[in-house]
């Protein structure tokens, strides 16, 4: 089992949806949680972090899930600007970060 | 813009050549982290640094070989390198590395081709 694992895509949505991606990892000793966003051919950035509680920013909202090990983001009102690949990112082995495949998201007029 | 630099953004290589990517970050911080990301691959971790003191080697082979002169500095030396190695090499920083990690912020990435 890999150790962070999310569904490649693509996500097609057309503007104004809601969609929501879920990524499972395999380490339930996972600390720290985060998505990142990667526009093709561009560096990673932090799109934001993922706590206990869940937490919301904007139009992004990310929720843990311990006991089923996984963490999810759910995307509002959809822009064709959100077209990008997700990365969700794990403490894993070692305490280091482990970055899943990520999720590609493809938001059309 | 990131706080991190990376250059050269593009190089192409041959199998004998020899050379040496190189990143800078303006950001106070004090890890380092060169990750490499192939086409459809997860982002793999080759190396970090933590004031200045390799802390992780993930079974990279010899081929490359890091540098850290300093906390606002890092090298990624190449040699005798492999058309297999064409891929994505990011840098990255964050604040030193604890029992929990530190949110990484990367630099713009050099995109490799060796021939």
């Known amino acids: 089992r890999k150790e962070v694992e999310q569904d490649p895509g693509p996500f097609n949505v057309p503007e104004g949806a809601t969609v929501a991606f879920n990524c499972t990892y395999s380490?339930?000793?996972?600390?720290?949680f985060f998505w990142y966003r990667q526009d093709c051919r561009k560096e990673p950035k932090l799109l934001m972090s993922?706590?206990?509680s869940g937490n919301e920013d904007g139009r992004f909202t990310a929720q843990l899930n311990r006991a089923s090990q996984y963490i999810s983001l759910l995307i509002r009102d959809s822009k064709l600007s959100d077209s990008a690949t997700y990365l969700c990112?794990?403490?894993?082995?070692?305490?280091?970060?482990?970055f899943g495949g990520g999720t590609r998201l493809m938001v059309k007029p | 813009e990131t706080g991190v630099t990376q250059t050269p953004r593009h190089l192409v290589m041959g199998m004998t050549n020899k050379k040496s990517l190189k990143c800078e970050q303006h950001?106070?911080?004090?890890?380092m982290y060169w990750y490499k990301q192939s086409a459809k691959k997860p982002l793999e971790l080759m190396f970090v640094?933590?004031?200045?003191?390799?802390?992780e080697n993930n079974s990279v082979p010899s081929r490359f070989s890091p540098e850290c002169p300093n906390s606002s500095h890092l090298f990624l030396h190449l040699h005798t390198l492999q058309p297999e190695d064409s891929a994505l090499y990011l840098c990255?920083?964050?604040?030193?590395?604890?029992?929990?990690?530190?949110?990484?912020?990367f630099g713009s990435g050099t995109q490799l081709s060796v021939l």
């Open positions: 950001l106070g911080h004090n890890a």
């Open positions: 640094y933590n004031f200045k003191e390799q802390t």
């Open positions: 990255a920083s964050s604040r030193p590395r604890q029992t929990t990690n530190e949110k990484l912020f």
């Open positions: 993922v706590y206990s």
């Open positions: 990112v794990v403490t894993g082995a070692g305490n280091m970060l482990t």
């Open positions: 380490n339930s000793a996972s600390q720290s």
